[in-house]
């Protein structure tokens, strides 16, 4: 939870708000990628969850309801670079250079991970997929 306000907020003001029926698990999954990169961003993430026509005020309390595993936050970052591969060059020189130092651990660099860190990483992914996936049941 150390990823700067501004780089939550820009990541994800890259996202799209998320509408339609049935999107209630990434909507989840998306709150608890943003309190893990910084559990200071509850007004960043209310904020962008107002743009959604589908936002109900009920839905506050879902931040305090969230309990985010370690590399959860990672959902944010893929989100946001699915939506705006260049998301975090909008100028702010603080995103930008906490982007550059940071996409390694963030992504994984093939030249910089031994095979035992590559499957170490894989495998909390693959964990915080799933329980992002079990949220709403």
């Known amino acids: 939870g150390d990823v700067p306000l501004e780089v939550v907020r820009q990541a994800l003001n890259a996202v799209?708000?998320?509408?339609g029926d049935g999107q209630?698990?990434?909507w989840l999954a998306l709150a608890m990628s943003v309190?893990?990169?910084?559990?200071?961003?509850?007004?960043i993430f209310d904020q962008w969850q107002r743009m959604s026509p589908?936002?109900?005020?009920?839905?506050?309390?879902?931040?305090n309801t969230v309990h985010p595993?370690?590399?959860?936050?990672?959902?944010?970052?893929?989100?946001?670079?699915?939506?705006?591969?260049?998301?975090?060059?909008?100028?702010?020189?603080?995103?930008a250079?906490?982007?550059?130092q940071h996409i390694d651990v963030v992504f994984g660099s093939i030249t910089t991970l031994t095979p035992m860190d590559r499957l170490r990483r894989r495998s909390r992914w693959m964990l915080s997929k799933q329980l992002c996936r079990g949220v709403s049941r």
């Open 69 to 95: 595993v370690a590399g959860s936050y990672l959902k944010l970052f893929a989100e946001a670079r699915a939506h705006d591969p260049e998301w975090w060059r909008d100028g702010n020189p603080i995103v």
């Open 24 to 26: 209630r698990k990434e």
């Open 16 to 19: 799209p708000p998320i509408v």
């Open 54 to 63: 589908q936002y109900e005020r009920s839905d506050d309390y879902v931040w």
């Open 97 to 100: 250079d906490w982007w550059r």
């Open 35 to 43: 309190k893990a990169a910084n559990p200071a961003a509850k007004a």
